[in-house]
Each structure stands twice: as C-alpha cells, then as structure tokens.
C-alpha cells in the first residue's frame, strides 16, 4: 500500500472548477433544495436526488469516489475466429455517513481528580452504508455490475420511525438509476446486473459482531431469501422509471435462483401491478449478447461474463481448466455442452452449493426499436443496392433449371447492416482480404518500395544530444481522454467527487476493508482515517440534508413504544340475561345503553324485538331397563 506522503494522481472537481483545490466543509443542500458550495451541477444533481430520498431534517454525508474508463479485459471470450470486444470499466465508490452522538469522560486537572468525571456528548461521523459499482462498456453494450453493497449498522442512531422506507434502499435505487441515466447511449443496450448473496459483512470488517444481539448492536443481517427479495424490491422502481423514458423502449427484469423451480423463484419478485409484464424467471444472455446477432450458434463459453468476485465466472475458469487447450480455442468444454445445462450444474457448485440461496438478477433497458428498425432499413437498403450493382447477369440456356440454381437451405443469423452478398468470413477478415487486394496493384507495389529504401537509409552527420526536460510540478493526465468514443461514454455528469487512477481507487479501497467497525468508536476513528487518506488529508464529500417526510403508520408511530390498544368495548354488543319472572330484559350493560330500546324501556316492534331467554333446569337423560345389560356374577 502507497503511504500517506506519496502524490497520486487525485483530483476533486473543485479543482477543476474554482480556483481553491480545497472544498469548503459548509458545502450542503438544505431543505429547501438551495446550495452553497462552489461545486457544479454535476455533484448538485446527485445531491438533489439523494436529498429528495433521504428523511427530512436530518444530515447526512456523501462521499463518492469514481475513476475513469481505463481499457481492461474483455468480459466474454470471442467465439473461433473472432476478436475479442474493446472493453473500458469505470468504478464508483459511495459511502453514506451520519453524525453519531458520542459521549465521553471531560478530562481533569490534578487538583479535581477526586472528583467524579464529568461526560459529555458530541457528535463524530460514522459512514452507515456503502456500494461499490463497476461500469464495463464496449461498442455494443453497457454494462452496470453491482459488485458490493453493505452497510455498518449504525443507522439505528438516528432514531427513525420503524414501518417508513429505509434509507439504505433509497439511496441505492436512487445512485444506480443515476448512473443509468448518464452512461446510456443511443442505439446500445444497457443492462443492470448483480447477485445476491448473504453475508455477515463485505466491506466493513467487525460490523458482522453488530448483529443486533446484545446492546448496542442494531445491524440487520438479511437471510439469503430476504436479500433477494430486498434487492428485487430496490431495483423493481428502475424498471418503472426507465419505461417512461423515450429512448427505451423495452424494459424487462429477470432473475434466476439455481436449484429453485420456477413457481418458487416467483415468490421473490415484488407484487406490484406491472410486475408479471416486467420481470421474467429466466437469463437474458443470449439476448444481450451481439454474438447471437451475427452468427447462427454461439458457444456457452462465450456467453458467460468475467466479473470479478463472481460465482459463474470462477465456475467458467473451473470448466476451462478442465477443458484442453484446443477446446477452449474452440469455444467448448468437456463436461458442459448448452448454457440451461451450465446453470442446472451451477446450483451444485461454488457459493450456490454452501447451503444459501444465491440469487442473480438482471435488468434490461433496450433502445428505442423505431431507431433499430431505421438504422437497419437504410443498411438492408444501401446493402441491396451494392448487391445489385455488383451482381454479374445470368443468361439462361436451354438446360437452366431455377430449383437447381438456388437449393433450399436455413440462412444463418447475421447482422442486420451485413451486406446481403457478404461471404462467411467475419468482416474483420472481409476487410482484411480488400486491403490485400488494393495492396497487389501495380500502384501500389512503387510506392512501398519507395517507403522501405527510405526506411532503409542510414542516417549521417553529427549527433546532437536533447536536453533533458526538468519536472517542475505534479501533472495528471486523467482528463487527457475524450469525453464520448466508439467504446465508451464519460460525461460529465456521472463522475465523482472525486477522481482518482485504478491504482489509488484500489489503495483506497483496500484501506476500508483493514479498518475495524465492530463497536461505535472504532468506527468512527476509522471513518475519519478513510476520508483522510482517500483525499489525501483534504476534505472532500458533500453534506445533505434530507427532505423526505416520513409517513408511518399509527401501529409503528415510534420505535420501541407499544401500539396503541383499540377499545372495542362500544362496538360489541353483549347477550343480555334473561328475566324470569317478568319476562322484560335488562336493557343496561356495562353502562351502555342498548340501540334497540328507548329511555331504558325495550321497544316491541316486530322487526327488531328480541326474544327473552327462559333458563331451564337440565333434563337428567334416565336410562330404560332394557338398555342396561348386567355383568353376570361369578359362581362360587
């Protein structure tokens, strides 16, 4: 780990915008949605919707970390013959802290030592919830993995009313929504996807020990079929929300629980009225990938992501290493031959086979299919175009048979803006063969000799060394990269507080998961180191305060009070005994006067007369002696 005195490359948006490289502590939205940091609408509207999700009056604080594209390894393996797709990944990082009361002793002079210490109560922050999300974009496909999301268990300081929405699952709909809203591209399809799995702890260490057993411990540890159910609940409103955007034109979740049946997995999607049309038991990969598109069958292997920290992908490595070399060249393994037989082998092994359910959700946002259907119009059209002036005429004879010419066969799945005419080879080896060609011209053929005699001219005369370039100051190429390419899309708008490189975001986040959060204390400490560090000693984050009324119902309207009693004593209505001798009913009953009489007095109209009990003495049941069968007694 880099020590606190090095220099990475760390850059806040503040010192990209104003001319002080450090942000003021008062940088807030208050209640009314007014602000009065120097940051810009970037940070601004992130803070605004976090505002509008958190509860009201209360402050919190926002940390968020990203980095930019950086080139990585593909996510699928490129089917045979194929190369592998250009893939960028962005990371985020947002950590959501509160203000803790902390009380402690008030340190004494020698002369006041015997006396009773004194305490006092003050404030510290303490980050009460994290996730961490990785964006992996190609030239066909935006990917947003949610790789981790934990939390400390010290929301319980703020005393919310238990029964309204939680904060956690606000802020984590509301960031991931945010970060779709600014990474979507036209024409691509973006997909949301993370699994669930349960665990003490994933990003705070000791947090597991405040398992809300014993004092003082209030972390709420979901079992694995609550944490599926919890995320399908936090991801079901994206689905909503994205419906309504034009750009998108079918929004579809899916999720897939191994070594459930289907009628089982149902039971964790959310009752909404839309959720029947919006989710599906299943996997969408065969749909999201391009390969599907452009060749008539595709290997399992090149079907399955490589996410980092993932149950399928450490069960696709198992399979390669299986597998020989040439196989996997080939795109197949040894054991597993179609991708409903990779996923019912997945429920015997890794995080699936530990006894807990591992559930994998995936949501799809396809672009607008008006503007699919355009763009392959106009290149089915073009293409045709090119065939027909490029297609040689064909004089029939007298033995020309058309069911000859032609013979019936399936087609192949291929690429809507492929040529009609293009042979099988992959357009990287179509074009690859025209180069050839426009290469083997006579042209051609002078002009590269001319270029391989320059190559080959040795250089003369004197020598003259560069002066060496002296480095005055700290540079930082990370905005040196365009904003928007073929393979990526970095806006403005989705980036971080602050910015950092792949290897001070790693430093970083190797940091939290060595502090210690197991009591209030510890975690406090050790969320100021974090902050400190993370910024190298200059504060960053931004401060929020809620404005979401709580509404709770009146049977949870406090935490820890008991729910009100409901006195039904009025409504029910007693059987009234029974007069004797007189033959009237006592009319009052525990106070109350009956509704069918009037002044006390019982009213005998025929409709609502009730008739008088008369009590009887119990009727003895006497036995006949011919139903009484003596036991006949022994003879002596």
Not at 166 to 182: A, D, E, K, R, W
Not at 488 to 502: K, T
Not at 504 to 531: G, H, M, N, P
Not at 577 to 587: H, I, L, N, T, Y
Request: glycine letters at 6%; aromatic letters at 8%; one cysteine or more.
């Amino acid at each position: 780990m880099a020590s606190s005195s090095s220099t990475p490359s760390t850059v806040s948006k503040h010192d990209r915008d104003s001319s002080s490289a450090k942000m003021s502590s008062s940088n807030q939205v208050n209640a009314g949605g007014s602000t009065t940091s120097t940051a810009n609408n970037t940070t601004n509207e992130l803070l605004e919707k976090l505002a509008s999700v958190l509860p009201k009056d209360l402050k919190f604080s926002i940390h968020h970390l990203s980095t930019p594209p950086t080139r990585t390894d593909a996510l699928y393996a490129a089917p045979p013959g194929e190369k592998a797709d250009k893939t960028y990944c962005e990371k985020h990082f947002l950590a959501l802290s509160i203000e803790a009361p902390v009380t402690g002793a008030i340190k004494r002079s020698s002369p006041g030592a015997d006396e009773a210490k004194s305490t006092e109560t003050t404030t510290k922050q303490v980050i009460a919830f994290a996730i961490e999300v990785f964006i992996f974009t190609t030239a066909f496909q935006t990917v947003l993995f949610v790789s981790k999301a934990d939390s400390t268990g010290y929301l319980h300081l703020l005393k919310l009313p238990r029964g309204g929405p939680s904060p956690i699952s606000q802020v984590s709909s509301t960031f991931v929504s945010y970060l779709i809203q600014h990474r979507r591209r036209k024409h691509i399809v973006s997909v949301v996807n993370l699994f669930g799995r349960a665990q003490h702890q994933y990003l705070f260490p000791g947090s597991g020990e405040n398992d809300g057993i014993g004092p003082g411990r209030e972390k709420h540890i979901l079992s694995d079929r609550g944490l599926i159910k919890w995320w399908c609940r936090v991801l079901n409103p994206l689905l909503e929300d994205q419906r309504k955007d034009d750009r998108v034109a079918a929004t579809r979740g899916y999720l897939l629980v191994p070594g459930l049946e289907e009628r089982d997995m149902r039971a964790f999607i959310p009752r909404t009225v839309t959720s029947a049309n919006d989710w599906v038991i299943g996997h969408p990969m065969e749909r999201i990938s391009h390969y599907t598109q452009e060749f008539d069958w595709v290997p399992p292997r090149c079907l399955i992501p490589r996410y980092p920290d993932d149950p399928k992908s450490r069960y696709r490595d198992e399979l390669d290493e299986e597998s020989a070399k040439w196989k996997q060249d080939m795109g197949t393994w040894k054991s597993i031959r179609t991708l409903n037989q990779f996923w019912d082998t997945m429920a015997f092994r890794q995080e699936c086979s530990s006894g807990r359910l591992t559930g994998f959700i995936w949501l799809v946002f396809d672009p607008k299919e008006s503007e699919i259907e355009e763009q392959a119009t106009q290149a089915t059209t073009a293409s045709f175009s090119t065939a027909f002036a490029t297609a040689p005429l064909m004089t029939p004879t007298g033995s020309f048979d058309a069911s000859t010419a032609f013979p019936p066969s399936t087609p192949p799945k291929r690429r809507a803006d492929a040529p009609v005419r293009t042979p099988q080879a992959s357009p990287l080896k179509a074009s690859f063969t025209a180069g050839q060609a426009a290469a083997s011209q006579p042209g051609t053929e002078k002009e590269t000799s001319k270029k391989d005699k320059e190559k080959k001219r040795k250089l003369k005369g004197r020598i003259t060394p560069r002066v060496p370039k002296i480095k005055k100051h700290q540079r930082n190429y990370l905005f040196k990269r365009p904003n928007t390419t073929a393979y990526y899309h970095w806006p403005a708008e989705g980036r971080g507080d602050l910015i950092v490189d792949e290897h001070d975001y790693k430093r970083v986040v190797e940091l939290l998961l060595q502090l210690d959060f197991e009591t209030l204390d510890k975690a406090c400490s050790a969320t100021k180191r974090w902050i400190s560090e993370a910024g190298m000693g200059a504060k960053w984050g931004h401060e929020v305060v809620g404005r979401r009324v709580q509404t709770v119902t009146s049977a949870t309207a406090g935490r820890g009070s008991a729910a009100p009693v409901n006195n039904l004593t009025g409504l029910v209505r007693k059987k009234k005994p029974a007069a004797v001798e007189s033959g009237a009913a006592d009319v009052k009953t525990n106070g109350l006067e009956d509704p069918f009489t009037e002044n006390g007095t019982a009213t005998a109209t025929p409709s609502d007369a009730v008739n008088p009990l008369v009590l009887e003495p119990p009727k003895v049941n006497v036995l006949g002696a011919g139903l009484i069968r003596k036991k006949p007694k022994a003879s002596s």
